[in-house]
């Protein structure tokens, strides 16, 4: 069983940057990170697949980063120019498979989650 490890969260003002980490206790095809704030469902952010292929959503494209290390067990996502609307708690997602996509069901192994809170 693969276990996840996410942190780097915190609270920061808009305009302000994060690096978030995920530690995984195996290597995977696929690892992504998702948000969700009270209330809501779990958000696809963005994911890296093992041949490199990267996906975001609309809102954070152009300012925030997925990437892993070579050993495809640590991942980070940098995050620029945080907004308000940011805000959540941020997990990162593990998958043997690979040509996932950004949908909560289509990932296996999960993390605890990470808290990130951006103010106006």
């Known amino acids: 069983e693969v276990q996840l490890v996410e942190s780097g969260g915190g609270s920061v003002q808009a305009g302000g940057s994060l690096r978030l980490s995920c530690e995984a206790t195996?290597?995977?095809?696929?690892m992504a990170w998702f948000r969700q704030t009270p209330g809501h469902q779990r958000e696809g952010v963005a994911l890296?697949?093992?041949?490199?292929?990267?996906l975001y959503i609309d809102s954070v494209e152009g300012r925030f980063t997925i990437s892993q290390l070579n050993d495809k067990q640590t991942l980070y996502l940098e995050m620029n120019n945080l907004r308000p609307s940011d805000t959540g708690m941020y997990y990162c997602?593990?998958?043997?498979?690979?040509?996932?996509?950004?949908?909560?069901?289509?990932?296996?192994?999960w993390g605890r989650g990470t808290q990130v809170t951006v103010s106006s």
């Open positions: 997602a593990a998958d043997w498979r690979s040509s996932r996509i950004l949908r909560e069901t289509d990932w296996f192994y």
């Open positions: 195996a290597p995977a095809n696929s």
């Open positions: 890296i697949e093992r041949d490199g292929r990267t």
